[in-house]
């Protein structure tokens, strides 16, 4: 995702600033005891396996990555039909146990959990299937936060649903939860939005905005306090090319590729060399990039290489170890030469290489490295069967990924139907999706 020259791309959850948000914790972040579930993951290595002990201990956040490219596409296919023939989403965007897709006409599909109404569909019944969106027929991005969603109009409006526990909306602090898309109002057209835990960002035509929680200084407004309305952020200098929303930081890239990071530092999620914390932006950016993206960590790529900072307690950063870095380590693989990242969360991170070959790392207990195994590793494992994505994004514990084939699949976690292939069964491999 080449964020920085191309304003069709949102920076980061990977790539230009594409930074990641996955690891669910409120994004999402109106989450229980979620200042307790980030000291646990950035202070303290959660070592049991199972599922739930994870999601004890780990802040969750949703991971959405903008494409690298739109993919040409006949969008006129029932929900139902065969995986090739639907015509391929040329975005996605993952929660912590939703995920959501767009069509090159503006369609969004989503499935998976649905108990804050994340789904848009007027209910909070979960569902295993890819389901149309109310009212949202039109969309140029969607971002998905731990229970929230939102997305980019034709006219540049920017419609959220979901989760308002935090204000994370941007309508105020009622309703609690909006089960339809709501209409936020912005001191202009919208350009690009990213959803983090709890919080909420937008690049707007006169800058940038953020809003929800802010227990982390994450808004960037030089304060600790939660906004259910939009606020200006001050201090980027020169225009906001990207943003990305973090598990419980943010980052952006200004016009010249400095990366710019606020909200939580303990575990060096800046890669700035600290883990001093900013509720703010305040110079100087940390360095130039090309491209970048961020969940719990954050990657970023310059000089042709890609170095990954933060947490690492699941070999996330995959450099071979589960030492957190707080400058940035190169992730390991015997074929990655250049890279470009993809897609990063809490406890796993997938990139693609030159050759287009997809390599994860990290957490791996629902098997969402994709490679058909289900033990967590410091080191690239390669995913099967999808090859030069056009789009690629992680949740909690899933991905999903449009190979070189226009084919959608998932892997990785299913109790909550997050993978879309209408069932609840994990899939170490991935699984192609009627979508």
Known sequence: MRFPHSPTRAVVGLATLAILTACGARSELSVDNADARQATLDTNPTDAL?????????????????????????????????PTACGAPVQLAL???????????????????????????????????????????????????????????????????????????????????SLRPIRVSLPGPVSHVSLGIGHTCAIVSSGLYCWGENDQGQIGDGTRTPRATPVAIRGIVGPTLGIRAGARHTCAIDSAGGLWCWGLNASGQYGDGTTSQRLAPALPPIRPVSEAVTGCITCREYDMRVTCSGPNDYGQLGDGTTMVSVVGVVPRSPTFRSREPAAVGCGHACFVDRTGTVRCSGWNAMGELGAGTRSPRDTMLTVLGVRAPSTIALGHHHACAVGDDRVLRCWGDNARGQLGDGTTDVRPVPVAIAW
């Open 50 to 82: 199972p599922r739930d002990a994870i999601d004890a201990s780990f802040p969750r956040d949703a991971i959405d990555v903008v494409p690298p490219r739109d993919v040409p596409d006949a969008f006129d296919a029932p929900v139902d039909c065969e």
């Open 95 to 177: 929660g912590q146990y939703h995920s959501c897709a767009r069509s090159a006409t503006g369609l969004v599909r989503c499935w998976g959990a649905n108990d804050r109404g994340q789904l848009g569909i007027d209910s909070t019944a979960d569902t295993a299937r890819p389901t149309a969106v109310i009212e949202i027929a039109d969309a140029r991005e969607i971002a998905a936060g731990y229970t929230h969603t939102c997305a980019v109009r034709a006219d540049f409006s920017l419609w959220c649903w979901g989760d308002n526990a935090s204000g994370q909306l941007g309508v105020g602090p009622t309703p609690a939860v």
